[in-house]
């Protein structure tokens, strides 16, 4: 069991530590130790330590709310679900609170430091029938990247490509010679202080899809912290948010048929306050 607990769970966790302290549990409430035999569908139990979390200070705007669907604007920084070592700054936890919705539940994902809008379903009832439109790709998302300016690409232009990330490394790469699984429509809509900012349409939706598909093109995102190179940037560091935004998302309500369309408020070049 010790060995399972190492391999699942993130590095900052110290195993040893908690399975010495019994703070491993089963669901029988017996403590959890280091040689115990692995045993399929057991439940192991525990609390971990919280650390004191800086607080996101950029609002996260609510741009619709019934009572299906709760649409918000994220700032970067802010995990759309308690993950690691960010509980409290989820969107989840602080949205369950401050609008008194505790089944509330994202209905696709959001990197931290991407900005944009977050889809929620009010109620357990609602998430699968929205959740089936990201799965079947009946969304259709528009993302905007601040990102360099070259003279010798012609937009729009296509980018196809193959995209793998491995469990645990930091960087998706591109797997040359394998199957498309990865496209993105790039199209430079303005420029702004001598750099552009593109419109991105993805029509597939592989990890860090949009990222390493304009690093490819030689005009990585500016500010990020992954690509082209792995920059040591503190948790806490707030003050170059990554500019990418999830800008907006359109779709044919699957409860009642209708219309949607949501747009974000923020605009490019995002700023630590937004």
């Known amino acids: 069991m010790g060995e399972w607990l190492r391999e699942r769970l993130p590095e900052h966790v110290d195993v040893a530590a908690m399975l010495a302290g019994e703070r491993f549990v089963d669901e029988h409430g017996r403590p959890v130790r280091d040689d115990d035999p692995y045993g399929p569908h057991r439940f192991v139990w525990f609390h971990r330590d919280l650390r004191a979390e800086p607080v996101v200070t950029a609002p996260i705007h609510v741009v619709h709310r019934d009572e299906r669907l709760v649409v918000v604007d994220k700032p970067a920084f802010l995990s ?82 193959h995209l793998h990330k491995e469990r645990g490394s930091w960087q998706a790469e591109v797997v040359p010679d394998a199957p498309v699984n990865a496209e993105t429509l790039v199209e430079l809509e303005s420029e702004v202080d001598g750099r552009g900012i593109y419109r991105l349409t993805p029509r597939t939706g592989r990890t860090h899809q949009l990222r390493v598909h304009l690093w490819g093109l030689g005009i990585p995102i500016v500010d990020d912290p992954l690509y082209p190179v792995v920059r040591e940037v503190d948790v806490d560091d707030f003050s170059r948010p990554l500019q990418l935004l999830a800008g907006e998302v359109s779709f044919t309500d699957p409860v009642d048929g209708s219309a949607r369309r949501f747009r974000s408020v923020r605009r490019l070049p995002l700023t630590d306050l937004d």
């Open 80 to 161: 759309s679900i308690p993950r690691g070592r960010h509980v409290m700054q989820s969107v989840v936890v602080r949205l369950r609170a401050e609008l008194g919705l505790p089944d509330l539940s994202p209905l696709h994902r959001l990197d931290r430091v991407t900005s944009g809008l977050l889809m929620l379903a009010t109620e357990p009832r609602w998430r699968g029938p929205y959740q089936s439109l990201f799965e079947h790709r009946a969304v259709d998302k528009t993302y905007w990247a601040l990102a360099p300016l070259r003279d010798d690409l012609t937009f729009p232009l296509v980018v196809r490509n």
